[in-house]
């Protein structure tokens, strides 16, 4: 099993249909990560564990993720992912 702490975890992407500075999207976990044990890359949607994956307490985690446009203020797209090791 592996036990590596910031062990990259899921590749999440969004795609904006604009172009330029306007299509930059920022990530980030808006649920289902109660103990902290996941981060996500705000620029480029990789999923990462905070802490070893063997003190995961269960096999599965379900997380909400969110895409925002215009760094946080325009238009969100929420997705639910899973997280299973």
């Avoid at 172009?19 to 999207?25: A, D, K």
């Avoid at 905070?50 to 895409?67: G, Q």
């Amino acid at each position: 099993m592996v036990v590596l702490i910031n062990l990259l975890l899921l590749l999440y992407k969004a795609t904006d249909k604009d172009v330029g500075n306007n299509s930059m999207l920022v990530y980030s976990v808006t649920g289902g990560d109660d103990r902290d044990k996941f981060r996500i890359d705000p620029n480029q949607g990789h999923i990462y564990s905070k802490v070893k994956v063997i003190d995961f307490e269960k096999d599965s985690y379900s997380l909400e993720v969110v895409a925002c446009d215009d760094w946080g203020q325009g238009t969100r797209t929420t997705a639910t992912v899973m997280v299973s090791y």
